[in-house]
């Protein structure tokens, strides 16, 4: 099965001539969800005694799997936070793949880590951190924010002295769901805090929370960029009362935090540089392939006590240097998932990343422009960062939904309801680059009936 032969030899080119077409494609069809008896039904048993080879292994996928995968890249997927990963990021995936890495120990992944951590020190400097605070590539934003907060609840430990009866997290109401999901976790409560007119958390709403429960709050969970809305919090606001009460402020910026990279977006982010920790997602608007979240730290070895490993069969490491990946999120084995980020950005430019951010914001700026104009559709706020957010007027929860299926099965768009002060809305989310003004006209036209 490992040796190498003729079968395989044609197997990999076959293989990557895929890849190579599949970054190629423009435009991307969108594809669509079938049931598994559909599936069950068309492929068969595939996994069995002896195998259905590569030929017919690839076949299936390419002719009956991969259509029945939605691709969150094709320019007119607009729900949830696409991606849309650059040509470069993908092929070095395959790269990856194949160099067979262990990305947990610098021992045996010094040059992916050092490549890694050129790609976080470039993250680092565009949130003002100071210079010795890192951390590591994780899988999404969810174990990025349960890292820290593990993190953060034992500083308070150790600066403290002890821990209370139960440790709580303050979070607005826009906070994304894996904040509660992760203190549930934990063992850990979070006190959700009103929001202003805006929809910010404020620093005044939290010093009011700390008045309150400080003295078993280990952690501030703040946003930037809700993923409902591209809300960003009052991070200055919200850093001054944490550095003055001596409590750890988290950012969330696993969607928003991306437009960092562009200066014309920077000044939103006013006070990131409060920040004990931060995470931010590149496959979702840095353009990496899944799966892939930025975890930085101030303080790396506040991070290193909670989340380093002792083994007897893991002490050679530590003469090796003593930047482990593994050391600073939950988790021991790892992949080098930071590389693909890594090599585009090396390939491209900085100056090519704010460029794709600039472009998407005024993606985001014209679809609000069309969709004001539109007598069909009512705007619900000005958008932020590149999410638009709208009512399709005269119309209830279940048109909401056909409407949605509908123009999936037509590969017009994937354009789903989520719900906004109570009320059914449609959100566009642009990260894609390669959208444009026309994908955006066609959508809204089609907005005007439903079949």
């Known amino acids: ?41 068309e492929c068969g048993d595939t996994v069995t005694a002896d195998g259905i080879g590569g030929d017919e292994a690839l076949r299936l996928f390419t002719e009956v799997l991969h259509p029945a995968s939605l691709s969150v890249d094709y ?6 936070v696409p991606a849309a990963p650059t040509e470069a990021a993908i092929l070095f995936d395959l790269v990856v793949g194949a160099s067979s890495i262990y990305g947990g120990s610098w021992l045996e992944g010094a040059g992916a880590v050092w490549a890694e951590n050129q790609a976080l020190d470039w993250i680092r400097q565009l949130t003002s ?17 349960l890292s820290a907060m593990v993190a953060a609840r034992d500083d308070a430990t150790h600066r403290r002295g002890g821990r209370p009866d139960r440790w709580a997290f303050i979070a607005s109401k826009q906070t994304h769901s894996s904040v509660q999901s992760m ?18 958390l404020t620093g005044s709403e ?6 309150a429960h400080g003295d078993r709050v280990a952690a501030v969970i703040t946003t930037a960029g809700t993923t409902n809305l591209g809300i960003i919090d009052d991070l200055r606001g919200i850093g001054q009362v944490c550095r003055e009460r001596n409590v750890w402020m988290h950012v969330d910026g696993a969607y928003g935090g991306a437009a960092l990279a562009s200066p014309r977006s920077q000044p939103l982010f006013d006070g990131i540089e409060f920040a004990d920790s931060f995470i931010v997602d590149p496959h979702k608007w840095l353009f990496a392939p899944f799966d892939c979240c930025a975890l930085l730290y101030r303080d790396p070895d506040a991070a290193r006590r909670s989340h ?9 490491l530590d003469a090796w240097g003593d930047w482990n990946p593994s050391d600073f999120a939950v988790h021991l084995t790892r992949r080098s998932r930071g590389l693909p980020f890594w090599f585009s950005l090396a390939v491209h430019g900085t100056q090519a990343y704010a460029n ?28 932020v960062l590149s999410v638009v957010v ?5 119309w209830d929860a279940q048109q909401y939904q056909d409407w949605s299926e509908q123009v999936m099965h037509e590969g017009t768009a994937f354009v789903v309801p989520s719900r906004h002060e109570g009320k059914p809305v449609y959100r566009f989310c642009f990260v894609n680059p390669r959208t444009t003004h026309q994908d955006i006209d066609t959508i809204i036209e089609r907005l005007t009936y439903l079949d």
């Open 1 to 41: 099965m490992h040796q190498h032969d003729e079968s395989i030899a044609a197997l990999a080119d076959k293989v990557i001539k895929f890849a190579r077409e599949r970054t190629e494609l423009h435009p991307i069809p969108l594809g669509a969800p079938r049931t598994a008896e559909e599936l069950g039904a």
């Open 75 to 80: 320019e007119r997927y607009l729900s949830f």
């Open 129 to 145: 951190m100071p210079e010795g605070s890192g951390g590591v590539f994780v899988p999404g934003g969810t174990m990025g924010n």
């Open 183 to 200: 203190a549930a976790v934990m063992d850990a409560d979070v006190i959700k805090v009103d929001v202003d007119n805006d929809y910010r």
């Open 206 to 211: 939290v010093a009011s929370a700390l008045d």
């Open 308 to 316: 380093a490993q002792e083994a007897g069969y893991l002490s050679f």
């Open 356 to 383: 794709a951010i600039d472009i998407t914001m005024d993606l985001a700026v014209y679809a609000a422009q069309q969709v004001d104009a539109a007598e069909h559709l009512t705007l619900a706020m000005d958008p």
């Open 390 to 394: 709208f009512e399709r007027n005269d």
